[in-house]
């Protein structure tokens, strides 16, 4: 899987982190519980971690395209990933 691919992946998991925020702070405003409480605060959590993956890759853009490419050109002419990076590989 490429870093595009996993950008890709990320954008995705938290706009599906938005939606089950979403839905479980309506529970919340309808039947607020101790139990349902915990629930938003672990969606939050869980959307805030999404949010922070995306923000660190939207905040090193050039950085992830260079190592991207960097990636390419040493499995075509070399046959393996390149030992230095400006970015942790983003499928560790």
């Known amino acids: ?3 595009w691919d996993q950008i890709t992946e990320y954008i995705q998991n938290a706009m599906h982190a938005v939606d089950k925020t979403h839905e479980v702070s309506r529970e919340l405003r309808e039947n607020a519980t101790p139990e ?3 629930e938003f605060r672990t969606q939050m959590q869980e959307l805030t971690e999404h949010l922070t993956k995306l923000q660190t890759v939207l905040d ?3 950085a992830f395209a ?3 490419a960097a990636d390419w050109l040493s ?3 070399g046959g393996k990933e390149p030992s230095y990076r400006r970015t942790p590989r983003m499928n560790q």
């Open 66 to 68: 260079l190592d991207e």
């Open 75 to 77: 499995k075509i002419f």
């Open 36 to 38: 349902v409480f915990d």
């Open 1 to 3: 899987m490429t870093d």
């Open 60 to 62: 090193n853009q050039e």
